[in-house]
């Protein structure tokens, strides 16, 4: 199982960005997956998780109404898109993925050990 994030970059306070979660080797259909951050001298922070099976979403509050997480099952591929984006966004942000099946009406948390798989990461940084 492969995860490949794409789509940071540097943007100015108040700009956007889509990040892309590209997973291969094998298909998220009723599973848990995240999107995380971390920024230097802070705490891995759960940003957005996408119950891909029911479509449930659950954000941090430092996101909500900001960011939304999606999911495109044609391409197994995890989004991220991030508006009216702060320099307290800056950071580098991870998408993670479970292989184990997540059934109806299970909660898909954005909790770092609910995953057992990880991206490399891709850097947002804000100005």
């Known amino acids: 199982v492969q995860l490949v994030e794409s789509g940071g970059g540097a943007v100015q306070a108040g700009g956007s960005l889509r990040l892309s979660c590209s997973a291969t080797g094998y298909v998220y259909e009723n599973n848990c997956m995240a999107w995380f951050r971390k920024a230097p001298g802070k705490e891995r922070e759960g940003v957005a998780s996408f119950h891909t099976g029911q479509g449930n979403t659950i954000y941090a509050d430092s996101v909500k109404g900001r960011f939304t997480i999606s999911y495109d099952n044609a391409h197994n591929t995890l989004h991220l898109q991030m508006n009216s984006l702060k320099p307290e966004d800056s950071a580098m942000y991870y998408c993670?993925?479970?292989?184990?099946?997540?059934?109806?009406?299970?909660?898909?948390?954005?909790?770092?050990?609910?995953?057992?798989?990880w991206g490399q990461g891709t850097q947002v940084t804000v100005s």
């Open positions: 993670a993925a479970d292989t184990r099946f997540l059934g109806y009406g299970q909660l898909c948390k954005p909790q770092p050990s609910v995953f057992n798989g």
